[in-house]
DNA sequence: TTGAAAGCGCTAACAT
DNA sequence: ATGTTAGCGCTTTCAA
């Protein structure tokens, strides 16, 4: 056969050369390089040593073959150029690395109709240990073949079918941003929300902040407006194109937005500003998010913290790994009002 | 032994059991699931359907283990929630899914000052078949240490010694950028520019940068004012305390800034803005990157395009590892001029 | 505390 | 076109 030792053996430093230098048996170089018990530490530090000067790293191919483990868990994500989810992607990154595990990605979207075939064929072939779902849109079918995989898995940022969840209460925090316009004295308010892509996938979260925002406009005896709900898709260039389609509509404006996230409610602000209506005087934009940018744009906001969701889905997956069962499960991540200046009461009309 | 077994074998279908469900050999399930030649089309449906049935996928590690291939490659970055970064791995991504390739991530920032152990320890763990490396800031040991992996490697946005890369040419982009500012009339020209970080670590982008704005500034017989010149870390933030920090110096303040990124840029602009500072009346600005943002914030800049970079890294990091030696070499990405409406010519003094 | 040896599931000669 | 077989490099009983 000899494909490796076709290949000149060049850089195949083994386990078995380990063994020969130092003179002792494969069984104790594993023993020792793992920090196993069962080897005694004058031999031990033998093997270190000889392993260092060789320059040995075990093959992940051959303990994973040997043990069913690859060390490596895998992230499901849509995007990866969005702030959501490069800032998770970040989380995940941190915590993993600090316990040797690798971090295999797969990027999703919606251009990429042939998912199916993607899911099982590559990720499902055994190299991850445990897979975390970043807030997608996914089919039941998509689901079920996720469970089926039957790995550890958690979703941070929106809800999964059947899958404990890390995350805000999209709810809540779509309350809360609303309730703050609405203290402020607004009642003409408006709502830029990410849309629902198609029905059949599995994504929650804009429909959970707009139940938010109306929930909130009702307990406080507020109509909601129709004419004054925008769809967008959570980029800033959205957030911009909304601004514009709601002030070409007939009739009167909103003395308030709310936008499902800060990247809109800042192409809310700088297209707003660029017609001429001031903010906060003329209009106020409150965002969710609490992005990287929102604080020198002095946007106010709902502010979540995307990497230490991620960090502590991970944690519940490696916890789940080392044999802590029950360690994954549902955990809702903290939000916070932050004040800044976009938002301001109502000029009086 | 029995590492899965003991796990009861609840998810092994192994190609075993495809061999016999199909009666035949294991070598021919391996040939007709590889769709390699060397199997009748009708043993080839047959053995693919028994596969699915039983949802057969082939374990990674041991076809790793046999093969000394993973079929993942991995990619080095600094960060993963910044731009360039982002949006090169957005590429990586889209190239290496489409071969049915795995992404392996691997965020080393200046934090993690243990690198030198994670870098062997890791990724070296002989799981990734190819490398490609995200500008960067890099010590000659760790370069070194790359390099001994024996495996293609490449650079992405950034030079780094002794391996092949694909990026702008930073000093023509600067010089660029420089030179519209030159040529509106402007002669009192600041420069925002990314910091050396370390000066032991190989990350060249920002003084090219800085290279190519004095270069053109003596070619227009322009003289370079240091009291003008700012250090930022291309992040938004330190776009506007670079605003700060120039405006609060003594002296005269210049006529237009060239920032050495869209990120520091937007910074600037928004913090003059926030200080009376019109743009671009009483100040130009201009960057470098072309951000999802800039267009919104209507930003002059020289636009570079890491998607495409990172899928041309890609792919002659595949294309070499499908035997076209060669297929990686040092290739000039493309960047070009964005008017739009933060640089105008100088008020008359 | 240490070693021998049997796999883990797959691939690749080599034979048929 | 298909089967046989010997590994790939590690882990893990089990015995010493």
Redesign the interface.
Known sequence: ?A??AA?GG??GVSIEDVAEAAGVSTATVSRAVRGLPRVSETTRQRILQVAAEL?Y??????S?????R?R?IGVLAP???RWFF??A??GV??EL?QE?Y??????LDSR?RERQR?F???M????IDALLVLCMALSMEEIDELR?L?IPLVAVGGPVEGCPSVGIDDVKAAALATRHLLELGHRDIGILHGQDDDDDLNFKVPALRVDGFRAELERHGVPFRPEWEVNGNF???SG?EAFDELWARPGPKPSALMCASDEMA??VV??AR?HGVRVPEDLSVIGIDDH??S????LTTVGQDPVDQARSGTRMLLDELTGKTGAVRDVGAGFELILRSTTAAPAAR
Chains 1, 2 share one sequence.
């Open positions: 056969m494909a490796r290949r060049h850089h320059g790293v075990a093959s992940s191919a051959a994973g073959l040997a043990t069913g690859t490596t995007y990866v150029d490069y800032k992607l970040e990154e941190r690395h040797g690798n971090l295999s990605l797969f990027s990429t993607t099982t064929k590559t499902v072939a055994k190299h089926r039957d980029t800033l260039a911009a800042m192409g700088l297209q660029r990287e940018f604080s020198v744009m002095g």
